[in-house]
């Protein structure tokens, strides 16, 4: 059984940072590529930044140089370090794994199985 708890989200002003947390809870068997999606209200779930296996990592254009996503696999937590937030990164983050790889570019999020619970992430101008 896969379970992951993201914890670390709240409020900052414009051009703050945060770091959020992700615990995964998974048989020592299972390797997952795993990615960080966001949702604001009204809009669709959208991809953010994403892990392969190997470690290589994938952001969309949007948060290019401000966010970097990191697993560290001794402690089972994958991490997403925000930095110069903006107004407009405001929506709730949740991070996700697939034992396939997650394309940054993708649309479709219910082919991915596993989903944490959310956490919410405000940044007020």
């Known amino acids: 059984q896969t379970h992951l708890v993201e914890s670390g989200g709240g409020s900052v002003q414009a051009g703050g940072s945060l770091r959020l947390s992700c615990a995964v809870s998974?048989?020592?068997?299972?390797?997952?590529?795993m990615g960080w999606f966001r949702q604001a209200p009204g809009k669709e779930r959208e991809r953010v930044a994403v892990i392969d296996t190997d470690g290589t990592t994938h952001y969309v254009d949007s948060v290019k140089g401000r966010f970097t996503i990191s697993l560290d696999n001794a402690k089972n937590t994958l991490y997403l370090q925000m930095n110069n937030l903006k107004p407009e990164d405001t929506a709730m983050y949740y991070c996700?794994?697939?034992?396939?790889?997650?394309?940054?570019?993708?649309?479709?999020?219910?082919?991915?199985?596993?989903w944490g619970q959310g956490t919410q992430v405000t940044v007020s101008s």
């Open positions: 998974k048989s020592p068997y299972s390797t997952y590529f």
């Open positions: 996700a794994a697939d034992i396939v790889s997650i394309d940054i570019h993708g649309l479709l999020t219910d082919n991915i199985p596993y």
